[in-house]
């Protein structure tokens, strides 16, 4: 599904990747290690083609994620459609003047025929139908969290890329989105830093060190020693 071949990207002077090389495939579950300033979140949005990387290839279903593909409107909105992220800082996401209008936002950009059904379908899902016609930034934090999850989810994704997911849920609702994850027939690619939640995320894991290499990509079996979060400094 992505290909990542010896990508390599420099922001304001620092490398963030050099010769990345990532496979993902269709359906996995990945949950994504590392400390801050590891390059996680950045990862997550190069995925989702914000970040364009200097050097190397990333593909997508075999097409290329370039500025040149992206700017072909069917190329575009096919992988816009197919590939949803949920950033780190919910407030980035946020800007219509209710929480309908924001769950239906995608919807209507991407031309679907039942966008009353999708939006109250998962307003219903994360508890949200009681605000559909608040404003969104009056919304607690993790009122913001299930919003922006039900923003893409309403979207019906191939892949869903989650940045720090459930920061700001509380047990209850964090028990309830690791439950709709597990039950998802999609791809998923999830940054945390909870421990104790991440082996319930996902079966492959992926650790990057502090320079954006990759410290360890296999099962969840083996990756929760305590010498490689060790060594990865998620654990002292």
Same mark, same amino acid.
């Given at each position: 599904?992505? =290909?990542?071949?010896? /990508?390599?990207?420099?922001?304001? @002077?620092?490398?963030?990747?050099? %010769?990345?090389?990532?496979?993902?495939?269709?359906?996995?579950?990945?949950?994504? !290690? @590392?400390?801050?300033?590891?390059?996680?979140?950045?990862?997550?949005?190069?995925?989702?083609?914000?970040? #364009?990387?200097? *050097?190397?290839?990333? &593909?997508?279903?075999?097409?290329?994620?370039?500025?040149?593909?992206?700017?072909?409107?069917?190329? %575009?909105?096919?992988?816009?459609?197919?590939? @949803?992220?949920?950033? +780190?800082?919910?407030?980035?996401?946020?800007?219509?003047?209710?929480?309908?209008?924001?769950?239906?936002?995608?919807? =209507? +950009? &991407?031309?679907?025929?039942?966008?009353?059904?999708?939006?109250? %379908? $998962?307003?219903?899902?994360?508890?949200?139908?009681?605000?559909?016609?608040?404003?969104?930034?009056? !919304?607690?934090?993790? +009122?913001?969290?299930? !919003?922006?999850?039900?923003?893409?989810?309403?979207? *019906?994704?191939?892949?869903? !890329?989650?940045?720090?997911?459930?920061?700001?849920?509380?047990?209850? *609702?964090?028990?309830?989105?690791?439950?709709? #994850?597990?039950?998802?027939?999609?791809?998923?690619?999830?940054?945390?830093?909870?421990?104790?939640?991440?082996?319930? &995320?996902?079966?492959? /894991?992926?650790?990057?060190?502090?320079?954006?290499? #990759?410290? $360890?990509?296999?099962? *969840?079996?083996?990756? $929760?020693?305590?010498? &490689?979060?060790?060594?990865?400094?998620?654990?002292?």
């Amino acid at each position: 599904m992505f =290909r990542v071949e010896n /990508v390599t990207l420099k922001r304001d @002077g620092d490398t963030i990747f050099e %010769n990345l090389n990532l496979r993902i495939e269709e359906g996995e579950k990945v949950v994504l !290690l @590392g400390v801050n300033g590891s390059g996680k979140s950045t990862l997550l949005k190069m995925l989702n083609a914000l970040v #364009i990387p200097d *050097s190397g290839e990333l &593909l997508f279903e075999n097409t290329p994620l370039t500025k040149k593909a992206l700017k072909d409107k069917a190329t %575009n909105e096919y992988f816009r459609r197919s590939v @949803g992220l949920v950033f +780190q800082n919910i407030d980035a996401m946020l800007f219509n003047p209710s929480v309908y209008d924001e769950i239906a936002f995608g919807s =209507r +950009q &991407l031309g679907f025929d039942d966008i009353d059904a999708r939006v109250r %379908n $998962y307003a219903d899902v994360f508890g949200l139908t009681p605000y559909l016609n608040s404003v969104p930034f009056k !919304l607690s934090g993790g +009122q913001k969290q299930k !919003l922006a999850l039900a923003c893409v989810m309403s979207l *019906s994704p191939k892949v869903l !890329l989650l940045d720090e997911p459930t920061s700001a849920l509380d047990p209850a *609702s964090t028990a309830k989105f690791m439950d709709m #994850i597990a039950a998802l027939n999609i791809t998923t690619v999830t940054a945390t830093h909870n421990l104790a939640i991440a082996p319930k &995320l996902g079966e492959r /894991v992926i650790i990057l060190d502090e320079k954006g290499k #990759i410290l $360890y990509d296999g099962t *969840s079996e083996n990756a $929760y020693e305590i010498d &490689l979060l060790t060594r990865a400094g998620l654990i002292i």
